[in-house]
């Protein structure tokens, strides 16, 4: 096999390799962000039950506002449900 037989040979092994690395980090960034939605939507959930049970049923303009709402104001929403006197000191806009 000459030069450029064997060049051409390591250029596809390169590229299959490259392509192989790709898509392996392609799924494991895919499983973390999957796991990290669901993750998002099990708090969200965990705040309805909370508020639902505390101050009974939600108004649809909150149910929308948690389900668009970023992890961080999940979190901060759900440490407020154990002080708060009312959903408006929860969602102080």
Do not use: C, D, Y
């Amino acid at each position: 096999m000459g030069w450029a037989e064997q060049f051409e040979v390591w250029e596809r092994e390169f590229i299959q390799k490259g392509m192989e690395q790709g898509i392996e980090k392609g799924m494991e960034k895919g499983i973390i962000k999957g796991i990290e939605q669901g993750i998002e939507k099990g708090e969200a959930k965990a705040l309805r039950v909370l508020l639902t049970k505390r101050f009974g049923p939600l108004p649809l303009h909150l149910e929308a506002q948690i389900g668009s709402a970023s992890a961080p104001e999940i979190e901060e929403w759900l440490q407020a449900v154990l002080s708060a006197n009312s959903l408006n000191e929860i969602f102080r806009n």
